[in-house]
């Protein structure tokens, strides 16, 4: 499955900036804030950008009766609730039962909550972290509504891209920018070059699929720079992480510290 990487001769690195990642944190233990609410009225775009729009290649097929195109309803908003405190974050479907996430979304829980676009909450049965990137998969009882297919390559310096996520936990939210090149990993949380894009994210973004002009996965947000650019795990990244079942490790539940009152 394994397909070429997106580094040209032609694109050179670029220096790296300062960047944070983008789980959102929301609460301590024993004050758990409810959900935004779960139907979003509306999808809210940064700017208008209809070329960069997710689009599906079954067109209306991909629909749902809601109007939700494909590439929207695979998304998914994670919470996190460990023992210490409450973090949100985002994810995408990459088949009927299984999402694909940040490491550092899912890291040191008690519980995992997964919703979907129209508000239902979906079993967990599992989740696992990648070794090689900061990549985790979510395994869960319930099917999920859709799931995007992957791109054929890594995108090129000036391709469209597109970030479909919940930012700060709250509405589905989509923003549009153009992928700017590959730089070297400034967290060094992944293993060789990531990718530079303009598209706008936010805490609570980490997580989120970033879709090319067909709604094709070409990498996986997982943190911002000062500057407001964000970078994403590329696809040939994703590609070998899924690849290698062995390369997961079961998540440890999270430890209560000592003399803590348990939720």
Do not use: W
């Not at 040209?8 to 409810?34: F, I």
């Amino acid at each position: 499955m394994s397909r070429p990487g997106g580094a040209r001769a032609s694109a050179r690195p670029l220096r790296p900036v300062p960047v944070v990642l983008l789980a959102v944190a929301l609460a301590g233990c024993g004050v758990l804030p409810s959900l935004p609410p779960s139907v979003p009225g509306d999808v809210v775009p940064t700017r208008a950008v209809p070329s960069a729009a997710p689009r599906s290649p079954d067109g209306a097929e991909a629909l749902s009766p809601d109007g939700f195109d494909a590439v929207q309803r695979m998304a998914v908003r994670i919470r996190n609730v460990g023992c210490d405190g409450l973090s949100t974050g985002s994810g995408f479907a990459v088949d009927e039962h299984t999402l694909v996430t940040n490491r550092h979304v899912v890291a040191d829980s008690a519980t995992l909550e997964v919703s979907t676009y129209d508000g239902r909450d979906l079993a967990v049965s599992a989740a696992g972290s990648a070794s090689l990137a900061d990549l985790a998969l979510v395994r869960t009882t319930d099917p999920l509504p859709s799931h995007p297919t992957l791109a054929d390559a890594d995108p090129r310096p000036g391709d469209e891209v597109t970030v479909v996520g919940y930012p700060e936990g709250g509405e589905l939210t989509i923003t549009a920018g153009e992928v700017i090149g590959p730089t070297t990993d400034p967290l060094h949380e992944n293993l060789g070059e990531v990718l530079l894009t303009d598209a706008q994210v936010e805490p609570g973004s980490s997580g989120s699929a970033a879709l090319d002009a067909q709604g094709r996965v070409i990498g996986v947000v997982y943190a911002k720079t000062a500057d407001d650019r964000s970078l994403l795990v590329p696809l040939s990244t994703l590609e070998r992480v899924l690849d290698d079942a062995d390369g997961f490790r079961a998540l440890p539940p999270c430890a209560q510290p000592s003399g803590s009152p348990t939720d």
